[in-house]
């Protein structure tokens, strides 16, 4: 028998027996997966201990079997639409290329990716310097110097030849040349993902660190990065004990994956502590910050804010500011979030904070207003004021007219002689007709919440005639109508528009005035699945005149009420139909 036929021989019953240990680990053991997942990579691990013969690969050979992998893998560097992708891969690659600074084989031509899913809970090295991150794993991670050991790990698979190694071994088993790559295809990942035997996992972890620390990042970071992942390693539901625990909604599967590829936490925790007293590194340095978390943090933010969860978008947004003070997205989300959750005042601040980011964005400039003129009415107009002179010179013109506006619309709000005389003037007299519909929507706004029904309607009506495509013209038109009493007219308005919370808010409303109850529960109940910014009584009080503000608070109520009686049918499924 040729030793080739001996191998393969082997590793058929090497394969066997770990098929056979799998299935008896199974029958008797039901917990969680990962004990499983662990056998899956020990029956591995086993493979590979395997002898082998393997001849050195030529630096500039791996380079390029590294790049030949990369493109049949799909890691490609193209650059994408996206600018928040491309920054992140940026910042990992500039990480990527201090950690390199000490590498042993220089010749090696490091290149980082990044891998926008979230379900990529991991990093990956590939022969060549071919490195891969997943978001999974990066939006776990709370400074650079946490990204440095992860990266250094990686890169020490590459520098160790850990990694040509497993491919080498990979193609000899398959009885494959190195010409037999592009068979690999997009196995490939995977195969370096957890592919190495735990000697070469702790061998990278030590060396990992080394080139960390070397390239002048604190060695704490790596103990950080596993204390966080020992403790999501925790069975699913316990409890999140921080914010980025809770906010790793990271599938456990995707998690497991992480887990199945690399020795436990624990294991490399002690390690690492053996390791750091050995060299007498000092770990309690201050860590670089992750400057690219706070997009994480925005992301996230951002959904908590859509479902109506508007404490932890503020304090998820206040994290993102924290960790990159010019990010005009947190800014403009804090700014909002607060605003939704009725704190006016606090919303003014925030978007004047925003604004000096971001002073080209009308709608941050019609939100100043509005919350000044909530939290302060007295001196809104001068407090807006102050914030125009501060910025107009960084305004275009577009957004200059929608200010004007405001400013106007918060003279006549405070009751200011001449306020609307004044408005007239300015849109007769230079007002370019491509600003006329906008600025007049914004205006109507005010001339509604200063108690002129009436000019508020003509206003919209001359919005229309200008711009008859806007549903939000048709949408605050019948607002106002329904406020007048006028329900036929309200209800046409919004006939052929687009529905979503806003409308059916709006049928709600005109249907309760209208004593139609029920109808009117149903659609607040659609209204607030769309955007549980309805049942929000101090937003809608900020928004809206009284009487509106008061059907709104009914129709909450009523919800309310529903909710309770259904929770109570829940627990009493048979006592309340009996009792009934
Ligand atoms: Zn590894």
Not at 260 to 279: D, G, T, Y
Not at 421 to 426: A, F, M, P, S
Request: aromatic share 6%; net charge neutral.
């Amino acid at each position: 028998m040729s030793r080739r036929r001996i191998l393969i021989l082997l590793l058929l019953i090497a394969g066997l027996a770990g098929i056979w240990a799998l299935q008896r680990k199974q029958a008797s053991t039901e917990v969680t997966p990962r004990p499983l997942l662990y056998l899956v990579a020990d029956t591995q691990r086993e493979l590979e201990r395997i002898p082998l013969e393997l001849t050195r690969v030529r630096v500039e050979e791996e380079n390029q079997i590294g790049e030949e992998l990369a493109r049949s893998c799909g890691l490609t560097p193209a650059n994408t639409k996206d600018p928040e992708v491309n920054r992140i891969r940026d910042y990992v690659n500039e990480a990527g290329r201090r950690v390199t600074g000490g590498v042993q084989r220089p010749g090696i031509h490091y290149r980082f990716h990044y891998n926008p899913s979230e379900s990529f809970v991991n990093a990956a090295a590939l022969p060549g310097g071919q490195i891969v991150i997943g978001r999974g794993l990066l939006q776990l991670l709370e400074s650079e110097d946490e990204l440095a050991s992860i990266l250094g790990h990686e890169i020490a698979h590459v520098d160790q030849r850990h990694a040509i190694g497993r491919l080498q071994y990979e193609l000899q088993s398959r009885k494959l040349g190195l010409g037999g790559l592009y068979q690999l295809g997009s196995i490939g990942v995977k195969l370096f993902q957890a592919g190495y035997t735990k000697e070469q996992e702790l061998e990278a972890d030590r060396e990992g660190l080394r080139l960390a620390v070397a390239s002048g990042y604190s060695a704490g970071g790596a103990i950080d990065a596993m204390k966080r992942l020992e403790r999501l390693s925790r069975p699913a539901g316990a409890p999140a004990v921080s914010p980025v625990e809770e906010m790793a909604r990271v599938p456990v599967q995707a998690l497991q994956e992480y887990f199945r590829s690399h020795p436990l936490p624990r294991e490399r925790i002690a390690a690492f502590e053996v390791e750091i007293a050995e060299n007498g590194w000092k770990i309690d340095a201050a860590r670089r910050p992750l400057a690219i978390r706070a997009i994480f943090l925005a992301d996230e933010a951002e959904e908590f804010d859509r479902r109506g969860f508007y404490d932890k978008a503020i304090r998820r947004f206040e994290e993102a500011i924290a960790a990159e003070p010019k990010s005009a997205r947190a800014r403009k989300g804090l700014a909002r979030a607060r605003w939704h959750s009725g704190d006016a005042a606090g919303a003014a601040t925030a978007t004047e904070e925003a604004l000096r980011i971001n002073p080209e964005n009308a709608s941050l400039w019609g939100l100043l207003a509005r919350a000044l003129a909530a939290s302060d009415p007295v001196n809104a107009p001068q407090r807006y004021a102050a914030v125009e002179t501060a910025l107009s010179r960084q305004v275009p013109q577009r957004t200059l007219w929608i200010l004007q506006a405001h400013q106007a619309g918060l003279d006549l709000f405070v009751g200011r002689p001449r306020a609307l005389e004044n408005y007239r003037e300015l849109v007769r007299a230079r007002m370019p007709p491509e600003n006329e519909a906008e600025v007049r929507l914004q205006m109507a706004w005010w001339m509604y919440r200063s108690g002129k029904l009436p000019v508020a309607l003509q206003e919209l009506d001359a919005a229309r005639q200008r711009d008859p495509d806007d549903a939000q013209i048709d949408i605050d038109r019948s607002w106002i109508l329904s406020e007048l009493g006028r329900h036929a007219d309200a209800k046409q308005e919004i006939e052929s528009v687009e529905k979503g919370d806003e409308v059916y808010a709006l049928q709600a409303v005109i249907n309760w005035r209208l004593e139609r109850r029920d109808p009117a529960s149903d659609s607040f109940r659609a209204a607030i699945a769309d955007d549980p910014i309805w049942m929000e009584q101090r937003w809608v009080a900020n928004t809206f005149n009284a009487p509106t503000a008061k059907v709104l608070a009914e129709l909450r109520t009523a919800e309310l009420v529903r909710r309770k009686k259904e929770a109570l049918r829940a627990v009493h499924p048979v006592g309340a139909a009996k009792s009934n």
